[in-house]
């Protein structure tokens, strides 16, 4: 059996739902929930911002031999 993630617009989903219903296929319905990520993420990814902003960046290449080298 697969499985199948859709994310319709309102009109969408009723039609979905109406399908599924007419064609006597199965389907669980859940609601998504806004997951908040937590205050140390959302702290971090400002810092990042912030450290774009303020052009403290490196290459791809030298985070490759920063942080990818076999010692």
Avoid: C, W
């Avoid at 199948?4 to 199965?26: A, V």
């Amino acid at each position: 059996m697969k499985t199948y993630l859709l994310y319709p617009t309102e009109d969408q989903e009723k039609l979905i739902q109406s399908f599924l219903e007419t064609n006597q296929i199965p389907f669980i319905e859940e609601e998504e929930d806004e997951v908040e990520l937590p205050q140390h993420v959302l702290d971090g990814i400002k810092r990042g911002q912030e450290d774009v902003a303020a052009g403290r960046t490196i290459t791809l290449e030298e985070f490759k031999k920063r942080f990818l080298s076999t010692k």
